[in-house]
């Protein structure tokens, strides 16, 4: 019955171990818990600069800005028409594009249509009837839909336009015998100067048409 056996078990050495501060504290320690709450990543994606970007003026103005400014300097009258979205045309209209090849994604994307690199005079004797059903003539279609080029470099100086394109960084060589391409080719409507839309107002570009925008986001 000495106290010795019974004792050994319950010594407080072992039982004491276990429960010791330190592990319990590691994983509760205010390092780990503090990072995950820490303010940077939260603030990241709602930093100014990312929102802001996607709410830029430009996509917003542009339709505003054709309608008050850059069709009332057009060379021509505007051929509404034409830039009317394949789904809004009336039936006979829809029939004379049909004729020329025409499709909704033809007409919608600018500038896809095979037709549309000839001028006029390179017109056949069955297309021409439908062209004027479109509401388009000799002078609307060469310089709203082929933006003459389908004219030759000598074609351009007697129609006088070669000097807009001269603004815009083409010459002869280029031209004729398509050797390069000036870098207005690559910018967007804002990216050209004053002087570079002005001139491509004057071969019937608008903001919309220069960009290649899809008439049914127009």
Same mark, same amino acid.
């Given at each position: ?6 004792? @050994?078990?319950? #010594? ?18 205010? /390092? ?39 069709? #009332? ?17 009336? @039936? ?26 000839? @001028? ?78 002005? /001139? ?8 919309? #048409? ?5 008439? /049914?986001?127009?």
């Amino acid at each position: 019955s000495t106290l010795r056996p019974t004792l @050994s078990p319950t #010594s407080l050495a072992p039982t004491f171990e276990p429960t010791t501060l330190n592990p319990t504290l590691n994983p509760t320690s205010l /390092a780990p818990t503090f990072k995950p709450t820490t303010l940077h990543p939260t603030l990241n994606p709602t930093s100014l600069a990312p929102t802001l970007k996607p709410t830029t003026l430009h996509p917003t103005l542009s339709p505003t800005e054709e309608e008050v400014t850059d069709y #009332s300097i057009l060379p021509y009258p505007y051929p509404r028409t034409r830039y009317t979205q394949w789904t809004e045309l009336g @039936s006979d209209v829809k029939t004379s594009a049909r004729n020329l090849g025409y499709n909704r994604n033809l007409w919608d994307n600018l500038e896809l249509m095979e037709l549309e690199v000839f @001028s006029y005079d390179d017109l056949t004797a069955e297309e021409i009837p439908n062209v004027l059903a479109l509401g388009l003539n000799e002078d609307t279609w060469d310089c709203f839909v082929n933006h003459y080029n389908g004219y030759y470099w000598d074609e351009l100086v007697e129609a006088g336009v070669a000097e807009h394109y001269e603004v815009l960084g083409w010459d002869e060589r280029m031209w004729d015998d398509e050797v390069g391409t000036p870098d207005t080719e690559d910018l967007y409507w804002d990216d050209l100067s004053e002087d570079q839309r002005e /001139a491509a107002n004057g071969v019937c570009f608008v903001r919309n #048409s220069w960009d290649w925008v899809s008439l /049914a986001e127009w």
